[in-house]
T-cell receptor, first 111, second 111 residues
Framework: DSGVTQTPKHLITATGQRVTLRCSPRSGDLSVYWYQQSLDQGLQFLIQYYNGEERAKGNILERFSAQQFPDLHSELNLSSLELGDSALYFC??????????FGSGTRLTVV | QQPVQSPQAVILREGEDAVINCSSSKALYSVHWYRQKHGEAPVFLMILLKGGEQKGHEKISASFNEKKQQSSLYLTASQLSYSGTYFCGTEIVQGAQKLVFGQGTRLTINP
């Protein structure tokens, strides 16, 4: 157990639907990051939150949004889902100058 | 800008050495290295900071050439457990913490 908790582990949904992925960071970590990893691809940065505020945005689609709550857990909302959104979505947390701790990921399949 | 890793794939016999390179076109503050096994989350190996020293972790070590914006990961006397995909992640701005990952290097260790 890395200390970063992601739920659910697997999600199968239809095109056009909306889903919410949840992440609880490691205790004490203020930064939360979301990454998308398509089949056998690299890790694409989506968005970063620090202590409740958005700090950086990557290649995140307008159909996607995220937030970090006062208890520091974060949610990634994906709407109007398309087949191409099928991927592993990782959440990670960190403190400055240390490495990321990744959660086990949510595998999203859009059918 | 995504860092470039080389080689894309390596196949070794157990006990052989490997070097994985990571190159950026931008000035870097830090370089991270991660290993990901198939279907699992990336696991942090080490971080190299600008002005810092070469790091080591058992038989895995890394260097950071600030002038060339390059980092290399050295795996000595490789073990079967070293198999996986290795990613470098680069941080451009100190404190930004947002990592941009390379495309990965797939390492296969055969008995």
């Amino acid at each position: 157990d890395s200390g970063v908790t992601q739920t659910p582990k697997h999600l199968i949904t239809a095109t056009g639907q909306r889903v919410t992925l949840r992440c609880s960071p490691r205790s004490g970590d203020l930064s939360v990051y979301w990454y998308q990893q398509s089949l056998d691809q690299g890790l694409q940065f989506l968005i970063q939150y620090y202590n409740g505020e958005e700090r950086a945005k990557g290649n995140i689609l307008e159909r996607f949004s995220a937030q970090q709550f006062p208890d520091l857990h974060s949610e990634l909302n994906l709407s109007s889902l398309e087949l191409g959104d099928s991927a592993l979505y990782f959440c990670a947390s960190s403190v400055e100058a240390y490495g990321y701790t990744f959660g086990s990921g949510t595998r999203l399949t859009v059918v | 800008q995504q860092p470039v890793q080389s080689p894309q794939a390596v196949i070794l016999r157990e006990g052989e050495d490997a070097v994985i390179n990571c190159s950026s076109s931008k000035a870097l503050y830090s370089v991270h290295w991660y290993r990901q096994k198939h279907g699992e989350a990336p696991v942090f190996l080490m971080i190299l900071l600008k002005g810092g020293e070469q790091k080591g972790h058992e038989k895995i070590s890394a260097s950071f050439n600030e002038k060339k914006q390059q980092s290399s990961l050295y795996l000595t006397a490789s073990q079967l457990s070293y198999s996986g995909t290795y990613f470098c992640g680069t941080e451009i701005v100190q404190g930004a913490q947002k990592l941009v990952f390379g495309q990965g290097t797939r390492l296969t260790i055969n008995p």
